[in-house]
């Protein structure tokens, strides 16, 4: 987007007495304000001026305009797994489906901001961030996966990964800010153990060794956190 941070303002900056971009109130001294770049490159040659707090007024109200109910997530997996089991009339694995699995073994999470020293990680990989991240600092994070809502991109769950902090909230290298996240935490050990041994990541949706969480073919207690 090209959003750039400055201020309080001296009394001699060029930009005193601009209007806001918003409110088209005149700039003044010691006020904080935003530049927002019109051009891709970022040139400061299309670059208008507001102030910081109506930049911020403005993503509020986007993001309430993006809000779902809470508890979204859930609902979505209920209503997924009861249409699964409702054509599994054999039963022959101990999970219809990825949302009963992660129904069955899952919980919500609340998001926070990035801590200090961890960074954004690649856009649309998800699963490859936060497995990178757990075992680049298994003392301080772990791995889950599950569904959550992208505040700015969605209005709906997606499978998503991200990781927990000690005290259990989301740390999410993806996506710049999400909700109403439900998903299963993993023990670390069987996190090394499949990264290790497949080039793709993802546990539950494991396509390549036959989906062994949901087959029953690798036990729950070594694979998941509880």
Known sequence: MGLRKSGPLRGNHPEIGHPCLFCKCPIQAGDVIGHVSQN??????GTLVAHWK??????????????????????FLKSWAGAVKDDDADGKFPYASQADFILKHGR??????????????????????????????????????????????????????????????????????????????????????????????GLIDNEGMGFPLLTGAHAIVDALKS
């Open 40 to 45: 891709p490159d970022g040139r400061e040659s």
């Open 54 to 75: 109506c930049i911020e007024d403005g993503f509020n109200r986007l993001r309430g305009s993006r809000s779902a109910a809470p508890g979204a997530t859930r609902d």
């Open 108 to 201: 919500a999470f609340e998001w926070r901001a990035l801590p200090p020293g961890v960074r954004m990680g690649t856009a649309r990989q998800c699963f490859r961030n936060s497995v990178r991240l757990a075992l680049g600092r298994p003392r301080f994070y772990t791995y889950v996966e599950g569904y959550a809502i992208n505040t700015w991109v969605v209005r709906h769950p997606v499978a998503h990964a991200w990781c927990v902090d000690p005290e259990g909230f989301v740390v999410d290298t993806t996506w710049d800010e999400g909700m109403d996240y439900f998903g299963v935490p993993f023990r670390m050990e069987y996190v090394r153990r499949i990264a290790d041994a497949r080039k793709d990541y």
